[in-house]
């Protein structure tokens, strides 16, 4: 069980990928979410260095607000860019091979019936993506699961992610039936403001737990899952101009948002002032 | 009336831990009444050498600027310090987030014993010194004029040992000569005497001891005019350190005339 598992997860296509401003778009949404988001570049028609590039990009503008980016497939890619997780297609990589090459980095699998669930819990898969759901632009006339997908996705334990064709509207049936949260292609690249799109859905989503975090002496209330990038971007802090030590232990600046809060945890912000 | 930049007489350079320095005049940037003129008194002290202390940056001000806004770390060294520690534990962790600021690895170890007169607490200093070296730091320390705790700095692998004049910030100037000649002469490492001085002839009799350099703060914040009074300081190292190169007459109990005593008239 990942606790920090984003609810809202914003799936690319190639399509989304190609009309361009897809950081932007991604931050306007990771800026009302936050944490509770997580941003899946899936292509098949990017070479390996433009989704290296477009990884790292999407990666950068996430981190600031603790949002997840997932690289589908590309292993290798997520490795290379600090990825919060990788997902596996049904023709991809098995989870065990995936480890192989990343082995400190989770794995979900996508599941369309039982018997890939059961298959990606054999291979301990770390969460999964079950869909569709219901009726969805992206694969019209496709197969349709309806909800009973998700509660047979869910017998075996690991989250689910419910896709297809979820809306703010339909959300709190995949919550009923056992999802974790859910993913949305169109439902939020296609809106004419993502942000609002992004607050909608997590208006039905669980809210994220709120910890207790000592920040230079006093105890400040932050979202769980927010990382130490975030804590800054939070404060309106310049990571160039603190030293940041988390629970007595100096952190340096490039890994400040590998470091996700837990309550309790102290943090000192400190830099160099006049003295003699 | 001009300064130069070179001190007019031979004089070898300034060397601590493998970096050598042009002044031999250390500045603190605490308690100026404000940032420019701490930036104007830095100036004209010619000093290489400042030191910064490390505190919690307020969060209620965002905007406030940092000390990096108003010192070009390009110009001047940054020496970070350990003020206000009380323990060896305190001042280690005071020093490993100085370094990480990534300026350089060299700390003015502070371990304070008391409140009031702030002289060091030389068995905390000791530990913290030892660990700190290991570490790999380069670690001036701030501590009495006692000789052997000066030694022990030295074997602890103190790259320079910094004893007091006087308590910090009191202004009584060099209050025992005979102590800090006594530590320059034994220690092989560089002497910089660290804290209590309080005007020029201060800094002129301190230098005129034979030690490498001085560090002041209080001197020159608290000075009517901190910019004039940096400059006095520059030309009062400059000048005790000419001075005792120079290698000053004997002294004597009596007199003996400068003139002739032959050729007097009848």
Known sequence: MIAQLPRLHAVTDDRVAARGGLVERAAEMASVAGPRLAVHLRTRALTGAEQLGLARSLGAALAVHGSWLVVNDRVDVARAVGARAVALGRAGLSARDARRVAPEIPVARSVHDAAEARAAEGENADFLIAGAIFETASHPGGPVAGPALIEVAAAGGLQVIAIGGLTPANTPAALDAGAWGVAGIRALWDAADPAEAARAFLAVLPAAASIAVTVNGESRAMAEGITLSGLLEQLGLDPRAVVVEHNRHIVRRDGLAQVTLAGGDVVELVHFVGGG | MTTTTAPAFQDTPLVIGGRTFRS???VGTGKYKDNATMVRALEASGADVVTVAVRRISLDRTKEEGILFHLDPSRFFLLANTAGCYSAEDAMRYARLAREAGFNEFIKLE??????????????LLEAART?????????????????TALRLEEAGCAAVMPLASPIGSGLGLLNPYTIRTIKARLTVPVIVDAGVGTASDACVTMEQGVDGLLMNTALAEARDPVAMAHAMRLATEAGRAAYLAGRMARREVALPSSPTTGMLS
């Open chain 2, 24 to 26: 031999r005049l250390l």
């Open chain 2, 111 to 124: 371990v304070i014993g008391d409140q009031k007169t702030l002289l060091p607490d030389v068995a905390g």
């Open chain 2, 132 to 148: 700190l070296v290991k570490e790999g730091f380069t670690v001036m320390a701030y501590t009495n004029d006692d000789l052997v």
